[in-house]
C-alpha cells in the first residue's frame, strides 16, 4: 500500500510503497476511512520535532478514523467491521508508531473509542486530537461557567474550544490573526474578536490558552493575562519562546504545557458531537492531495481542519 512519510528534517512528505500491517497482540488493524492533517505533522517535517518520531522513514497521520479490519490476539469488546476513531497518542500511530496517511494502520486497542453513525468519519478524526486536545487545555485550566478565558488562534483547535468554553458558560475572548474569519468566530456565540490577545489587557482574564504557539502569541498571553492567571501552552509552531520572567513573577502565573488528553477525553468530545453540540470546520481532500495540504499549512494557507477522506 502507498503511504505518506516523514523521510527527514527539511524534507517534503514523500509518498512511499510499504507493507500492510499485522495486528499482534493486543493490536487493531483499522481500514482508515478518514485521516486529520494537524501542524504537529509540520513539526515533524521542518526539524521541529523531527527528532520525536523515531526511526524513519515514518507514516505521519495521528488523527484517525475508520472501521476495524482484524483484531489481534487478547483483544475483546470490538468487532471487525466497527467504526472507531483512535485517541491521538504520544507513543502511538503517526509518531512513533506507523500513523493513517495510509489505506491501513495498525493501533493498540486501548486508543480506540466506538464512533456512532451519527458522526462522520471526518468530524470523528477532528475528536481524536484537535477535540481532545483542545477540550482537556480547557479543563487543566479549570475553566467552568463565568470564566473569563482567553483563546489564541480560531484553527482546527482554537474553533473547538470556543465552542467547549461557550457550552461550559465561560466568557469568552478570541485573538484569531486572520481577521477574514472573524465574523464566523463571532457565529459561534457570545465572543469577541480581536487580531492580538493585548487587546483584552483590560479585561483581567483568568485563563489564556494558546492553541497558535508562534512564540509572540505565548509572550503576550502572559503579558495579557490577569493576577494569579493561568496560560495554558498547546501550539507548537515555534521551538521557542522570548516571555518576561518578571511578569509571570510578579503576577504569580502559572504556566503550564498541555498535550493530547486521554480516549475519556475524546468520547466525552464525540458523545457532543452526536448531540450536534459541537462540530469542526473541516475542509476534506483526497488521499493524493496530502502533502500539498501539509505545504499549505505550513503557509498559513489553510483554515479549519484539513482530513483526507481515504478509500
Not at 15 to 43: R, Y
Not at 208 to 215: Q, S
Request: aromatic content about 4%; proline content about 3%; some cysteine.
Amino acid at each position: 500500500m502507498k503511504a505518506w512519510q516523514v523521510i527527514g528534517a527539511k524534507k517534503p512528505l514523500t509518498l512511499n510503497e510499504v507493507n500492510p500491517p499485522t495486528a499482534g497482540p493486543g493490536q487493531v488493524v483499522i481500514n482508515v476511512k478518514a485521516a486529520g492533517i494537524c501542524h504537529t505533522d509540520v513539526s515533524y517535517l521542518d526539524g521541529t520535532l523531527t527528532h520525536y518520531v523515531g526511526e524513519l522513514p515514518r507514516t505521519l497521520g495521528h488523527e484517525i478514523a475508520g472501521t476495524i479490519d482484524s483484531l489481534g490476539e487478547g483483544v475483546t469488546g470490538l468487532s471487525v467491521g466497527q467504526r472507531v476513531v483512535a485517541a491521538a497518542d504520544v507513543d502511538g500511530p503517526g509518531t512513533k508508531m506507523h500513523g493513517g496517511f495510509a489505506s491501513q494502520v495498525l493501533v493498540p486497542a486501548e486508543l480506540l473509542v466506538p464512533l456512532p453513525d451519527e458522526v462522520s468519519f471526518e468530524q470523528g478524526a477532528t475528536a481524536t486530537d484537535a477535540g481532545m486536545t483542545s477540550m482537556h487545555a480547557l479543563n487543566l485550566g479549570e475553566v467552568r461557567k463565568g470564566t473569563k478565558v482567553g483563546i489564541i488562534g480560531a484553527g482546527g483547535l482554537g474553533s473547538l474550544a470556543i465552542q467547549f468554553a461557550l457550552g461550559m458558560g465561560a466568557e469568552v475572548y478570541v485573538a484569531e490573526i486572520n481577521e477574514n474569519i472573524h465574523d464566523n468566530i463571532r457565529k459561534y456565540g457570545n465572543v469577541e474578536v480581536a487580531t492580538s490577545i493585548t487587546e483584552f489587557a483590560d479585561k483581567d482574564l483568568e485563563v489564556i490558552v494558546d492553541y497558535a504557539g508562534f512564540g509572540t502569541t505565548t509572550a503576550e498571553a502572559i503579558e495579557t493575562v490577569g493576577m494569579g492567571g493561568t496560560v495554558i501552552q498547546v501550539g507548537l509552531a515555534r521551538e521557542q519562546a522570548n516571555i518576561s520572567a518578571q511578569s509571570v513573577v510578579l503576577k504569580k502565573l502559572r504556566y503550564l504545557g498541555s498535550l493530547g488528553g486521554t480516549p475519556e477525553d475524546v468520547a466525552n468530545v464525540i458523545s457532543l458531537m452526536a448531540e450536534g453540540k459541537v462540530k469542526s470546520d473541516v475542509n476534506t481532500l483526497s488521499f493524493d492531495q496530502i502533502g500539498d495540504t501539509v505545504e499549505k499549512l505550513a503557509r498559513g494557507e489553510t483554515t479549519g481542519r484539513s482530513v483526507a477522506l481515504i478509500d
